[in-house]
């Protein structure tokens, strides 16, 4: 159940990580990250236009994809944000080591992750590196994920907009990541459920 997750499944898993560092001097933070396809079909929205007057967008229906891998800290704003051409197991592997290293998980923190069941995220080929520890939500309990409240961020320089190749997508995304990743109150605005667990020492 989708409140199993609030009331028990996280904070055992953030319990049993703290007692397993206890004298470290390590923190435990809990994470959220999903993943969100973004192609050169286009993204429609509303705009202001003149009274009277109907906006118009050049729009080209086009099945070519990036995957936007996107992991957020509800609690402090951090996140972090990889374009990548695929979702699999491959990818996915590839990315959490980065996320991993890139965060100091293991040496200065450990990091419970709160992710969906997708296959790639569940195989046992997956490899979990050191000082992550995988939660997975309920099956079809979005509204629990904070990371799905990212997405209109992400996606407001894409709308209504026609990008005529994917590195041309990809380099106005990357610049919205980057722009992003300093935007830390807003980030916790966003996610920052108030059930989400505290960071522990």
């Known amino acids: 159940m989708p409140g199993g997750l609030q009331k028990k ?7 049993t990580v703290g007692a397993s560092i206890e004298g470290t001097g390590r923190r435990v933070e809990v994470w959220c990250m999903d993943e969100h396809r973004i192609g050169l079909q286009p993204i429609i929205g509303r705009v ?22 996107a992991f957020a800290c509800p609690q402090t704003g951090e996140g972090q944000y990889w374009l990548m051409p695929s979702v699999n197991t491959e990818a996915f592997q590839g990315v ?34 050191d000082g992550v520890k995988l939660v997975f939500l309920p099956p079809y309990s979005p ?3 904070p ?9 407001a320089p894409l709308k209504n907009q026609h990008f005529r190749t994917l590195a ?13 990743e300093a935007q830390r109150e807003r980030v916790k605005a966003l996610t ?3 059930w989400w667990p505290k960071i522990t020492n």
Do not use: M, N
């Open 143 to 145: 509204e629990l994920q």
């Open 48 to 69: 202001w236009s003149e009274r009277g007057k109907a906006p118009t967008v050049p729009v080209q229906h086009r099945y070519q994809w990036l995957y936007l891998y």
């Open 168 to 180: 041309d997508l990809q380099e106005t995304l990357a610049a919205q990541c980057r722009w992003l």
């Open 96 to 129: 959490l080591e980065r996320f991993a290293s890139s965060t100091g998980a293991g040496r200065e923190r450990e990091i419970v992750l709160v992710l969906d069941g997708a296959g790639w995220h569940t195989t046992p080929q997956l490899g979990c590196p």
């Open 147 to 155: 990371a799905e409240r990212l997405w209109h961020l992400t996606d």
């Open 192 to 194: 920052g459920f108030h």
């Open 9 to 15: 499944v996280l904070p055992e898993a953030v319990q």
